[in-house]
């Protein structure tokens, strides 16, 4: 409801989602009207998908792209004549988990982005990490400076978040 509530102050024209589960599907009809124009990309485990919202439509002739695990949505939004693509993308944990070989997954989707791509997300990993920036590197992105510690350790309290941190996300 916090998250609905925060899109209904903002009003803004275009929303990315991470960890978008199968509830999510319920939750964003509420707001259907609102944003016509939209691709939910559910996670194999129904958890972790992406999703992406928009006021604006797609550009015509372009169809909106899941990744297939859900780790990625794409649409081309039309702003006022130009085209802009808008990514969405979750990545899974580093080492040992599945994070390197998730990459190289999208790398051809990444390497599709337009000029005018902008991605938001959740890459579980540092600004500064190898795989932001392959991330980066794959889509000719420019990685914007981190909006500050967005994860800590569950066992620490939470008022320590902006102290000892990570900005993940």
């Keep these: 409801k916090k998250v609905l509530s925060l899109i209904g102050r903002t009003n803004p024209d275009v929303i990315t989602l991470d960890e978008v589960s199968g509830m999510w599907t319920t939750e964003l009809g509420y707001i259907a009207s609102a944003y016509p124009y939209r691709i939910l990309c559910p996670y194999p485990n129904g ?6 919202l928009s006021r604006r439509p797609f550009a015509a002739g372009t169809a909106p792209y899941c990744e297939p695990r859900g ?3 794409t649409a081309t939004i039309d ?9 969405a993308i979750h990545l899974s944990w580093p080492w040992p988990h599945e994070q390197y070989w998730q990459i190289g997954e999208l790398a051809e989707p990444l390497a599709a982005l337009g000029e005018t791509a902008i991605m938001a997300g959740d890459c579980n ?10 991330v980066a590197s794959l889509g000719g992105l420019t990685v914007m400076p981190s909006a500050g510690p967005t994860w800590i350790h569950r066992k620490l309290p939470d008022f ?5 941190g990570l900005p993940i996300d």
């Design 125 to 134: 990993a540092v600004p500064w990490s190898a795989a932001v920036r392959r």
């Design 71 to 73: 780790a990625m949505a």
């Design 160 to 164: 320590l978040r902006r102290f000892a």
């Design 79 to 87: 702003f006022g004549g130009t085209g802009v693509d808008v990514t």
């Design 47 to 52: 958890v972790f998908g992406v999703a992406l």
